[in-house]
């Protein structure tokens, strides 16, 4: 395969519209649409992540025995979904403020202790190259309701049971879906 050029379509609020201009070993030219959060993508290289544009929460509770997953309104999908809290890394935070950020904003609840990482990862390579870092910790509090109005988040704590009866009746974003499924098998 060999790159051609990339082509910015559409800048929006949040994500940018681009057609990635391609061609295959057998001489086929293509076009390849897809999303990013990067404003001014012009090259290749500048379409790889070099740090991430978001972080997602995986918590538990102090014990270990209850699982934090938010359930939301996503309009991408038009329906509820279960998803791991997670949000935008804002200029000047790392992935830690950011996790303990977006955690009190989303669900009241507090970061009290970070176990882990899992280094950068892309979100949905399939349209986009949204990356972002997983913080593993463990977490505690009251839940509150969003601080932003754009949100329409419900958080929960779950057991093991109930998340294996959860995996086959609603649905779930694929990383929460996979972490919740390994989870609930330990």
Same mark, same amino acid.
């Given at each position: ?7 910015? @379509? ?6 940018? =519209?681009?057609?990635?201009?391609? =061609?295959? +070993?057998?001489?086929?030219? %293509? ?8 404003? +001014? ?28 997953? +938010? ?29 303990? =950020?977006? @955690? ?6 507090? @970061? *009290? ?13 399939? /349209? ?11 977490? =505690?509090?009251? /839940? ?19 998340? %294996?009866?959860? @995996? +086959? ?6 990383? *929460?879906?996979?972490? *919740? ?6």
């Amino acid at each position: 395969m060999e790159f051609l050029e990339v082509k910015k @379509l559409h800048e929006g609020k949040f994500i940018s =519209r681009y057609d990635a201009q391609y =061609r295959l +070993n057998d001489g086929t030219d %293509k076009k390849y649409e897809f999303i990013s959060r990067k404003k +001014n993508i012009e090259t290749l290289k500048d379409m790889h992540a070099d740090s991430p544009d978001a972080v997602v929460i995986i918590a538990t509770d102090e014990s270990g025995e209850h699982i934090l997953v +938010n359930r939301e309104y996503r309009m991408a999908v038009g329906e509820w979904v279960y998803n791991l809290p997670a949000g935008i890394i804002e200029p000047g935070e790392d992935p830690d403020s950011a996790a303990v =950020r977006e @955690l009190k904003e989303e669900t009241g609840l507090d @970061l *009290c202790e970070i176990e882990d990482h899992l280094p950068l990862s892309y979100s949905a390579v399939g /349209f986009s190259n949204e990356s972002n870092v997983c913080v593993i910790g463990k977490a =505690r509090g009251e /839940f509150a309701k969003s601080t932003s109005a754009e949100e329409e988040i419900v958080p929960g704590w779950y057991d093991k049971k109930q998340i %294996k009866q959860m @995996l +086959n009746e609603h649905r779930f974003t694929a990383r *929460c879906q996979a972490w *919740c499924y390994l989870w609930s098998r330990e």
